[in-house]
């Protein structure tokens, strides 16, 4: 569809009555805190490309690609504005004008191709293991990186050896009685920096009477390529995942990652698919789809077993912005921790607020990135816990980060890693059977 | 001059980290929130973000001896596009300067920079048990200096007035680049009728005379409760009454607001949770100050607005209470929602109206917006008659732009020919001095000798105000 088409670019940018009320909220704003980083501005911006006033051009696309896409200004907007989609509408429009050799091998090439990507992170754990990087820092290799590469690259250790998807089987059968059949959505940065959470997530599931099914070829949920301007890659990536888990006849479909739930969500996959042939097919999938939190919380009600195992543990939530912001869930997560035993749950301030991860935002705009963690682990800091929960693998890969650069002792993991000691005890269901 | 030696001389002065120049990024600085500025952006040639008096000072007398048009800007939420540089010159972008400098709670005074957000102000207020009274709607992004320079007031005007009740003393730079402090800036009392006032010259003189760069407040002790009664009405007509009736009770709410049907249902579509009644107006009576005064004014409040009123709620509870005033707070923005394919536009928005009056121009308009076919939302400080019109249209249609600049020219009219004003608080900018002659006579020139004795090259915020 033409840009100037895209229902955000026709039938929202004139709602705008710019009257900043996304500058209170935005935490980019809050750190450039010129116009030029307002999400106004952005509607502004993406107004002026509409009508021919600016060119489709990198100086554009630098300006728009300073917003993280946290949500946070649609979700305040009192015109009801999705500012967020206007921006990525506009990001694909000048990408469309301007393609790169470098984007394409990295969004098209790369990231579309799970079996490629799983190599790639066994080069980077070799390169880890074997000092290799270690090296290349030494000599100054990495600093020939481009933009802030040579800065943000020391975000990327602790890659593991195996994947998520060589630690659970396509068909995961259900403790007990089945309840639900589940199709599990495994993302990319679980499968492969968080193997543990998405063997995890399986193994809850399972107890609780789920049969979980993690279809072969699930591709990435397109969120990193909506925020680089390749909509197009996005568009096949979700007709694909559609495709292969409407195969399946499920009752409900799963992800513990944030940005993957709000990318499968009803609302995105409108954005994405919505007047194409597949959009009814869509509508079928996304209307299965929750986060993980909510499930575990609404669906299944659990109640966490062997509480005898429970270690008493300060804990303090950072909401992730697609989780809180893009689909309004704030209390299944809560909710969650106040039923794992021994957890002491201490509320930080402005949880909601972004980290400053984004995905690929802490590596394109790093310092700008840094300068939104600090602000978020000081934050965090202040709560005293020794856990800092979450339930984003791209937000836990910032606030690890944020943990270390700030010195503080407090893990950062995520829920599922809370849960996951409880579920390791010889299942008593299963012992009965 | 030109431009790019404008622009060469402005980032030697203060540094490239302050001084906008890029053509694009200027771009972002041709609009506030009025409706004016999205027909006629007004690009400026560069934008300065100074954080001292000296900065200022630097850029004013480079400006001054160049003969080159000086802007102030706070935050850009104004409505009369009293921040845009229409004619080119430079944008002062003083929303970064928010320094606290000092709060001097024994002798209830603040000291401000003029880029402190006003919610931030009163957060760091609320810890000495103070507060910054006037409370406008767009508290969360608003600065002080723009209040000042616009003599804002808000919703708890009825009780607490505008701005201009609270300016002890101001911190000013002149067109030729001097500084002149004026009333008790460098004093610490709260009385003070020494010498002409020109604190409340520059109050309200929305950049024309100089720029604002330092601000002694004064503060009130912060009410010890609250309570908010909300009256439910059938017919419009009724509400004016009710207001009327708790006056001569002896009650002075600290705001009394009135959202019409189409208000109610903008806020509800905004933030459901809110949960207005349907109706076709709602009253909104604010009380504070001591915990037994509270509660009698509630009764009372209670008691008159039941007499025409198909129901009353009092709310006590903070969280109520915070979703009845949030839900009047972003009136103003959400009332777009009542239209799909509609957007409010602040234009014609902030007419003040004799009390008496009410009722008449609350037909009036809604007569002129039948005879326009636009669709006008109304809402606002019906306490002190301080009515916000807000016309939804589509403002990518020529027809309806065309007949909503004949309805807010008509609605203006209408505001004088009432006795009342075209602004009650949000100011006059470049959209309303066309009315200046009307509302003003003679004072017209005296305002222009004032402006002349200050500014006799014409540089500060050229044509705007009258």
């Known amino acids: 569809m033409e840009f100037k088409e895209l229902p955000p670019v026709k039938e929202q940018i004139m709602k705008c009555v710019r009257c900043g009320k996304c500058r209170s909220v935005c935490p980019v704003f809050a750190e450039i805190r010129n116009e030029t980083a307002a999400p106004r501005g952005h509607v502004f911006m993406v107004q002026m490309l509409r009508d021919g006033i600016v060119e489709p051009d990198e100086a554009v696309a630098e300006r728009l690609t300073s917003c993280l896409l946290c949500e946070n ?37 790369l990231w579309t191709r799970p079996g490629l990507l799983r190599t790639s992170t066994k080069f980077l754990w070799g390169a880890q293991k074997t000092g290799l990087q270690s090296l290349a820092r030494a000599i ?35 403790r007990g009685e089945r309840k639900y059949r589940v199709g599990y959505f495994l993302g990319c940065a679980t499968d492969m920096f968080y193997p543990s959470v998405a063997r995890a997530t399986v193994d ?210 995520h829920i599922v890693d809370l849960l996951s000691p409880f579920y390791k005890v010889l299942p008593k269901k299963a012992a009965s059977q | ?159 607490y007035g505008a701005t201009e009740q609270y300016i002890l003393g101001l911190e000013v730079v002149l067109p030729d680049g001097n500084v002149m402090v004026t009333g008790g800036m460098n004093a610490r009392v709260i009385k003070n009728v020494s010498g002409l006032n020109l604190t409340k ?28 009664a909300m009256a439910v009405y059938d017919n419009l007509d009724d509400a004016p009454e009710t207001v009327l009736e708790v006056y001569q009770a002896g009650i002075l709410p600290s705001g009394i607001e009135i959202l019409d049907g189409s208000a109610i249902m903008a806020v509800n579509q905004f933030k459901p949770q809110i949960n207005l009644p349907d109706a076709e107006a709602i009253l909104l009576f604010e009380v504070d100050g001591n915990p037994p005064g509270v509660d009698y004014d509630g009764k009372v409040i209670a008691e008159i607005a039941g007499k025409r009123a198909r129901s009353v709620e009092w709310a ?36 003040s109206i004799p009390l008496s009056k009410i009722a008449d121009v609350l037909r009036a308009i809604r007569a002129l917006g039948d005879k326009y076919g636009i669709k006008v939302v109304n809402y606002g400080h019906i306490g002190d008659g301080n009515v916000h019109t807000a016309p939804v249209i589509n403002p990518e249609n020529p027809e309806e732009v065309e007949k909503v600049l004949q309805l807010v020219h008509d609605i203006h009219l209408l505001a004088i020919e009432m006795q009342g004003s075209t602004t009650g608080e949000h100011g006059v900018g470049a959209v309303r001095r066309q009315y200046a002659e009307l509302e003003h006579g003679l004072a017209v020139e005296y305002m222009r000798a004032v402006k002349l004795a200050f500014d006799p090259k014409g540089i500060m915020n050229p044509e705007k105000l009258f």
């Open chain 1, 140 to 174: 100054g290799l990495t600093k020939i990186l481009p933009g802030d590469l040579p800065r943000a690259e020391r975000m990327l250790t602790d890659v593991p050896v195996r994947s998520g998807r060589s630690m659970i089987s396509e068909v995961n059968r259900a």
């Open chain 1, 204 to 413: 809850i599931l399972t107890w609780h009477g789920c049969e979980v099914i993690v279809p072969k070829d699930i591709k990435c949920c397109g969120q990193p390529h909506i925020a680089n301007g390749k909509m197009e890659t996005a568009r096949s990536l979700a007709a694909h995942n559609v495709k292969i888990f409407n195969a399946y006849d499920l009752d409900y479909i799963v992800t513990d990652c944030a940005s993957c739930s709000a990318a499968l969500s009803h609302k995105n996959m409108e954005f994405l698919l919505g007047g194409l042939n597949i959009e009814d097919q869509a509508k079928t999938f996304s209307e299965k789809v929750l986060d993980l939190t909510l499930f575990l919380t609404e669906v299944l009600d659990i109640e966490v077993p062997n509480p005898e195992m429970a270690r008493k543990v300060k804990v303090t939530w950072h909401d992730p912005c697609h989780l809180a912001n893009a689909q309004g869930v704030k209390q299944a997560p809560r909710e969650l921790l106040k039923r794992i035993p021994g957890v002491e749950f201490i509320e930080m301030a402005n949880a909601n607020s972004c980290c400053g991860g984004s995905g690929t935002y802490c590596l394109t705009h790093h310092d700008l990135s840094m300068k939104i963690l600090d602000k978020k682990m000081d934050r965090a800091m202040e709560t005293g816990a020794n856990k800092l929960v979450t339930c984003c693998p791209s937000c836990m890969m910032q606030l690890k980060f944020g943990a270390r650069r700030h010195h503080w002792n407090a893990e950062v993991v």
């Open chain 1, 73 to 109: 200004c649609s979700v305040n907007c009192p015109s009801g504005i999705d500012i967020h989609e206007l921006n990525a509408a506009a990001r694909s429009y000048i990408y469309e004008k301007n393609p790169s050799l470098a984007k394409e091998l990295v969004f098209d090439s």
């Open chain 2, 201 to 228: 010259l520059m109050v309200g003189s929305e950049g024309v005379l100089g720029i604002i760069t330092q601000i002694r407040l004064r503060c009130w002790p912060k009410p010890k409760a609250r309570g908010i």
């Open chain 2, 1 to 159: 001059m030109e431009i790019k030696d404008i622009k060469k001389q402005l980032v030697k002065m203060l540094g490239k980290d302050k001084v906008l120049t890029d053509e694009l990024d200027l771009m972002y600085y041709s609009y506030d929130s009025s409706f004016l500025t999205k027909l006629e952006p007004g690009k400026p040639a560069a934008v300065v973000l100074p954080t001292s008096t000296e900065e200022v000072q630097k850029v004013v007398r480079f400006a001054y001896e160049n003969d080159i048009a000086i802007v102030p800007r706070g935050a850009g939420t104004g409505e009369t596009g009293g921040c845009i540089a229409f004619k080119g010159g430079i944008v002062l972008d003083l929303s970064t300067w928010d320094e606290i400098v000092e709060i001097d709670a024994k002798n209830m005074q603040v000291i401000v920079r003029p880029g402190v957000i006003h919610a931030r102000l009163n957060e760091a207020l609320a810890k000495y048990n103070l507060f910054f009274p006037p409370d406008p709607g767009s508290s969360q992004m608003c600065t002080v200096g723009g209040m000042v320079a616009n003599n804002a007031s808000g919703l708890r005007a009825v009780k």
């Open chain 2, 316 to 351: 006590t509870d903070p969280k109520r209470m915070a979703e009845l005033w949030e839900g009047r707070s972003i009136t103003a923005t959400a009332a777009a929602r009542v239209r799909a394919d509609g957007s409010r536009i602040f234009a014609g928005e902030d007419i």
